[in-house]
């Protein structure tokens, strides 16, 4: 496979990661975010009809749970009249209805299912990506993007499974769903936060919180 430039730092210091019988795998020497070649990506038609089979439009105690993870602690950074976004929102839409529920606006937007781009022309005090930056395939163009949805000081909510090692990768399950095709671990969070200032918190084993500069 020919050289290809990293999704995320521009950097072109890529090897071979892992492999599998779908796909290779790609690490950035700079960034170390692991990346999927474009030649292996899913057109749009493909992609949304992958995304037509979850089931995340139900409002079940099992999703809310899951959702949870990321809300309640960043509700707990918030102040009471703070408005977010959803980023990659979904059909269903419910962290947003969660977050109403305790008294917090959020707009809602996705690619597929709330295409409304007018959300994309304000700024929020926090913005939230559940289970989102895995699936988009610019990664720089998504972070300036998300600098500018927020306001200084901004909170950004990240929930994505993270990168371990080569030996735990191969035996991943997060890797075989073909809309993922970014993935993230501790180091790429870490030269996300040097080199655009932003400060890091690990929230959990899959949450990290960015938080803006004032």
């Known amino acids: 496979m020919s050289i290809f430039s990293c999704a995320l730092c521009g950097g072109r210091s890529l090897y071979l990661f892992a492999e599998d019988r779908r796909r ?6 700079e960034c ?16 949304k009809a992958e995304y037509d089979k979850h089931d995340n439009g139900a409002d079940t105690p ?15 950074r918030l102040p009471a009249d703070a408005e977010g ?5 979904g059909a269903g ?3 947003s209805k969660m977050a109403s529920e305790q008294g917090f606006q959020f707009a809602n937007y996705d690619l597929y299912y709330y ?38 000081g901004g909170l950004l909510a990240i929930m994505t499974k993270r990168v371990l090692n080569a030996e735990a990768f191969g035996r991943w399950h997060y890797k075989n769903d073909p809309t993922h095709i970014n993935f993230y671990s501790d180091e790429t969070f870490a030269w996300l936060a040097a080199e655009l200032g932003w400060q890091l918190e690990l929230v959990d084993k899959d949450v990290v919180f960015f938080r803006l500069p004032d």
């Open 93 to 95: 839409a419910l962290l």
């Open 24 to 29: 290779p795998y790609f690490r950035c020497r």
């Open 115 to 152: 295409p409304d781009k007018a959300a994309l022309d304000r700024r929020y005090d926090c913005v939230t990506l559940t289970e989102v930056i895995e699936h988009v395939a610019d990664a720089a163009c998504l972070m300036r993007q998300l600098q500018q949805l927020l306001k200084p």
């Open 32 to 47: 170390a975010l692991v990346q999927v070649p474009e030649p292996f990506y899913l057109s749009a038609t493909e992609e």
């Open 85 to 89: 976004l959803d980023f990659g929102c």
């Open 62 to 76: 099992g999703y809310r749970s899951f959702l949870s993870r990321t809300l309640i602690p960043v509700l707990a």
